[in-house]
């Protein structure tokens, strides 16, 4: 049985996110996600819209993900010892450094890892800051019209 790892944050979900899960599927029989803690994607990207344990049960209903969990506080890379995935799958735009996975996954006894960089997906609302910057133009226009019609 080959198990892959994915991570995110999984903040607002978009189909982003379900395009990177079904893509990380495809590398094994399970796929585990790791959901990151708010403090660790308030650290690493930007403050979550959703609490932690919401974005946990949401990807956990998805239909790619086998398992869903929440990462660790502080050392990121802890998880892998109670994961210990065969395949760790990044997205395209996921700033983690390759060969600094691999040390770590060395240094806790995963000879076999390997880290997969996923194609980029594009469609209309493939991001987090795409929806956000779209509910804001919305918003913007919603206050225009409010405006013209006094």
Known sequence: MVRVMATGVFDLLHPGHIHYLEEAKKLGDELVVVVARDTTAEHFKHRPI?????????????????????????????????????????????????????????KRGLEHTKVVRLPKFESDLDGTRKIIARVAEYYQLREKLQEFER
């Open 50 to 106: 959703v609490h932690e344990d919401q974005r946990r049960e949401m990807v956990a209903a998805l239909k790619p993900v086998d398992r869903a969990v929440l990462g660790h506080e502080g050392n990121i890379y802890d998880i892998l010892s109670e994961i210990k995935p065969d395949v760790i799958a990044l997205g395209y735009d996921q700033a983690h450094d390759e060969k600094r996975i691999l040390e770590e996954c060395r």
